[in-house]
């Protein structure tokens, strides 16, 4: 039986509430760039 992958997140300060989490690195980059431009009109890149 193989060890389950860690689930990765990333969270703004607690003042936003905002908190993405998954087990693909990709999908929490991408979430958070959605979040970043809707809610803190934030133009930032992947890097």
Known sequence: ??????????ACPPE???MVRSHDEKEIVEIALQHAK???????SKD
Do not use: R
């Open 38 to 44: 809707k809610i803190h009109k934030m133009e930032i």
């Open 16 to 18: 936003c509430g905002f």
């Open 1 to 10: 039986m193989t060890e389950k992958a860690k689930l990765k997140q990333l």
